[in-house]
């Protein structure tokens, strides 16, 4: 289904209220990673550059207390996206009321202003009341009367209802729009998950059969194979009867992972031999061991011969989506299998290859492959919840072309 974009909206003197993904971290009021800000840049400048008024909201953090509040104010943000555009950025650090109205009054044509942290609006008089994140339908309905159009380039929050996405886009009075950003998004997930080129070859890890149950299911019936990695492996090696060891199994998932098994013939690629420790600590004494785990050994990355395999299915492969580390990527010792297939995946110059999730993002990134990948996704949650071929409200609140 099209969704309209920014450029299909009249800017000119508009109020362009957008919804941008500034979940950055901050230490010491500095901004660490500015990846978000500078993601969301395109957008901005078209809104700018088209004589707009950009309107900026954001969460940050989680606020479920008003001693939160202090630590997670987006100042250091309008400061560095100031910075960016080598423009002022005007900052209001209310989230509601006379001071926000007053300031988007003063605003003349490609001016930039942001708001205050959305998530300040889920703690009022001390009390955790969550209108921002439960969408309360008065918040979105003011949010949406500050503005005369809306544009949604927050890809990183699409999987969630929440009052400055749904309720602003639901009450807008003038049309909401995508942002180059969740265009781009929905384009390439969309077209991997929905009209892949074939091979196609999705990339699961991480640590719980239960966070990718959903996923495995839905691409099942869509790729041509499912490489499994990561601590969720070894539920399926239970579900198989391989000994496991010591290593991450979700009991309950077991009767799950044998019907996936069922379902998925030769479908799904499981490692083939794995690096165990015998402690879980970057510092433990390891070994590679081919099936069976013996007790006292838990598997905390795949060995080498599994890289070779997954490699092997990934050669010929036309589309790859990639989301989940495929061991413990966080220890240096053990981030070897994942920073392998990174590797390999930047070699893939025919394919389209999709990156989602944190520790796979970080690893293309440490590995200088990023560049050479067709898109890295913004959102891990919402990522997962597309391939899972759910809908996002925050997608389906757009309007239509």
């Excluded at 990355?301 to 997954?310: A, C, H, L, Q, T």
Aim: aromatic residues 6%; glycine residues 10%; charged residues 30%.
């Amino acid at each position: 289904m099209a969704k309209l974009t920014v450029e299909d909206l009249p800017l000119e003197g508009k109020k362009v209220l957008m919804r941008v993904d500034f979940n950055v971290p901050i230490k010491d009021g500095v901004v660490g990673d500015d990846n978000r800000i500078v993601a969301a840049l395109p957008t901005i400048k078209y809104v700018i550059d088209h004589g707009g008024r950009a309107i900026l909201f954001s969460h940050l953090g989680r606020i479920k207390k008003e001693e939160d509040k202090s630590g997670l104010s987006l100042r250091p943000v309008a400061e560095r996206l100031s910075n960016l555009l080598n423009k002022p950025v005007t900052f209001v650090p209310v989230t509601e009321g006379k001071q926000l109205e007053d300031a988007i009054d003063n605003m003349k044509n490609g001016d930039v202003l942001l708001v205050q942290n959305t998530r300040y609006e889920d703690v009022k008089d001390g009390e955790y009341v969550k209108r921002e994140s439960g969408n309360d339908p008065e918040l979105g309905k003011y949010w949406a009367s500050l503005g005369d159009v809306f544009v949604n380039d927050a890809f990183g929050t699409a999987h969630r209802k929440h009052a400055s996405n749904v309720g602003i886009a639901t009450n807008m009075p003038g049309k909401a729009a995508a942002g180059y950003l969740m265009e781009k998004e929905i384009k390439f997930l969309g077209d991997a998950v929905d009209n892949p080129e074939r091979p196609f070859v999705a990339i699961l890890g991480g640590a719980k059969v239960s966070d990718k149950i959903g996923v495995i299911d839905n691409l099942l019936d869509k790729a041509d194979k499912i490489i499994i990695g990561g601590g969720m492996a070894y539920t399926f090696y239970a579900a198989k009867g391989i000994k496991v060891g010591n290593s991450l199994v979700e009991k309950d998932k077991i009767d799950v992972a044998k019907q996936i098994l069922d379902k998925a013939g030769d479908k799904l690629v499981l490692p083939i031999d794995n690096v165990v420790a015998d402690k879980f600590n970057n510092d433990a004494d390891t070994k590679v061991v081919e099936g069976d785990i013996d007790d006292g050994w838990m598997a905390l990355d795949i060995g080498p011969k599994s890289v070779e395999e997954f490699k092997n299915v990934l050669k010929d492969a036309k589309t790859v989506v990639w989301n989940g580390p495929m061991g413990v990527f966080e220890m240096p010792n053990f981030a070897k299998g994942t920073l392998e297939i990174g590797k390999f995946l930047g070699t893939l110059t025919d394919a389209t290859t999709i990156v989602g999730g944190g520790d796979s993002t970080a690893a293309v990134k440490e590995l200088g492959v990023a560049d050479k990948l067709t898109h890295i996704s913004t959102g891990g949650g919402a990522s997962l919840t597309y391939l899972e071929g759910k809908e996002l409200p925050g997608i389906a609140a757009i309007s239509d072309k």
